[in-house]
DNA sequence: TAAATAAAATTGGTCTGACAATATTATACC
DNA sequence: GGTATAATATTGTCAGACCAATTTTATTTA
């Protein structure tokens, strides 16, 4: 006789993704709807629909409604949902966020240059140049910064290391920070001498500029914890 | 009158997260049960339960069997079944990951010895030194080993960049490479010299010899990109 | 009185059956 | 063949029941 220690919603959970990845089902597959899933593990719909549910919420499977079930689309949504958790749980040093975003920045740096990446300056140059006009404008900057530092990761084409460079800074909206609407100028500025030293390979220059990009943002946290 | 678009599911996971996050509840804060749920949204069982299992797989509730719902500790083994889902599906690059894991260690050394944080060495000296023992003894190597570089990334104290890193790790976790058993020696003195590095606050004597350490697992990877 | 034990109440786990809402498929029609 | 319609399949929600695990309360005992 088995020993039941664990639900009968685990045990399907466990089972389901097993045939997933035996089976090496990928995105959009159609899989088992309901009905079938209770023959063949013989157990309720009940305890079918909180396996689905469940697997569903850590973005497995998609359930449609009157459509079936599929394989999700990895997505990085239910990692915001639990990095958000975390964050309201234990809070987040945003001086050690903001040093895992400058560790992040010149590693991308690090890998485009030693890699010899081929990089594409002028799409560098023309986010860099929508900065410039969005500060003349007094329009929002903070879109076309933030692409402009998204590029800088994705041109590292290490796809593994934009997923996690992506967690981060997902982690990081999370944060309000108030940000000095002086220096911006100076913004565009380094990010134009970043552009230059990622064309010269000039590892140890780009890391410098970027540190530097960084160090008004420390200032200001330092700033902060003086304060409190 | 309101148009139901999402499903009771969804609007009850919403509000039950809109609760938990408004009301500051931190882990092992006991939440309402199935029936308080019931009454207090006005819908079925089935539709809390759903909620409650959903809440539960992204580690924001608990649900203990006849004890109650409360509120998790977060975890990050909810993102470990995102990410071996994403693994499965995309596969992963083993190179793009050794990379991230340089740039990881690289950074460690940086925040290190930047700020000057007070490491203590005594600690690493000591896991290096089992290492040395596993070596010696012919047993398993990868735990100290694993130690160590673990160690290197809490020495850090940035707990952010620990979390982030752990993630990286738990994704190395589900990559399996076939590691060669010469070079142990090698690594052990690498270790060894990092950590004088370390102590002389010398941050590119540090990160040369980190870089000197992923030499040969590059190597490796490269020559099985050529032999396929 | 305090501690150990037993009973009761609470709470979650699973099952069944039913009906509604939605998506897919088959059919009839032009 | 294409389109509108009907039939079917599938998921969403509800209600009620019973079991299992846990907690609370009551009772007994030292």
Same mark, same amino acid.
């Given at each position: 006789?088995?020993?039941?220690?664990?639900?009968?919603?685990?045990?399907?959970?466990?089972?389901?993704?097993?045939?997933?990845?035996?089976?090496?089902?990928?995105?959009?597959?159609?899989?088992f709807s309901e009905k079938e899933l209770i023959n063949k593990l013989q157990v309720s719909r009940t305890v079918i629909r909180e396996a689905l549910i469940s697997l569903?919420?850590?973005?497995?499977?998609?359930?449609?409604?009157?459509?079936? /079930?599929? /394989?999700?689309?990895?997505?990085?949504?239910?990692?915001?949902?639990?990095?958000?958790?975390?964050?309201?749980?234990?809070?987040?040093?945003?001086? *050690?966020?903001? +040093?895992? #975003?400058?560790?992040?920045?010149?590693?991308?740096? #690090?890998?485009?240059? *030693?890699? =010899?990446?081929? /990089?594409?300056?002028?799409? @560098?140059?023309?986010?860099?140049?929508?900065?410039?006009?969005?500060? !003349?404008?007094?329009?929002?900057?903070?879109?076309?910064?933030?692409?402009?530092?998204?590029? @800088?990761?994705?041109?590292?084409?290490?796809?593994?290391?934009?997923?996690?460079?992506? !967690?981060?800074? *997902?982690?990081?909206?999370?944060?309000?920070?108030?940000? $000095?609407?002086?220096?911006?100028?100076?913004?565009? $500025? +380094?990010?134009? *001498?970043?552009?230059?030293?990622?064309?010269?390979?000039?590892?140890? #220059?780009?890391? +410098?500029? !970027?540190? $530097?990009?960084?160090?008004?943002?420390?200032?200001?946290?330092? =700033? !902060?914890?003086?304060? $409190?």
């Open positions: 006789m088995a020993i039941q220690k664990t639900s009968l919603v685990d045990i399907a959970i466990d089972r389901i993704k097993s045939y997933i990845y035996e089976h090496n089902l990928k995105p959009n597959d159609k899989f569903q919420a850590v973005g497995i499977l998609q359930v449609k409604s009157g459509g079936g /079930v599929y /394989v999700a689309e990895p997505k990085l949504d239910p990692i915001h949902t639990i990095l958000k958790h975390r964050y309201s749980t234990y809070g987040v040093k945003i001086k *050690e966020l903001m +040093q895992t #975003r400058e560790i992040i920045e010149l590693g991308a740096l #690090r890998l485009i240059i *030693e890699n =010899q990446i081929d /990089v594409d300056i002028d799409h @560098l140059k023309a986010l860099n140049d929508s900065y410039y006009e969005t500060i !003349m404008k007094n329009e929002d900057t903070k879109k076309y910064d933030r692409l402009f530092h998204e590029s @800088l990761i994705k041109a590292t084409q290490n796809t593994t290391y934009c997923t996690f460079a992506e !967690m981060v800074n *997902e982690y990081f909206s999370l944060v309000k920070i108030n940000e $000095k609407e002086d220096g911006l100028l100076l913004a565009y $500025k +380094q990010h134009d *001498e970043m552009i230059e030293a990622i064309r010269e390979r000039s590892l140890q #220059r780009a890391q +410098q500029v !970027m540190k $530097k990009h960084f160090e008004p943002i420390f200032y200001l946290i330092h =700033q !902060m914890e003086d304060n $409190k």
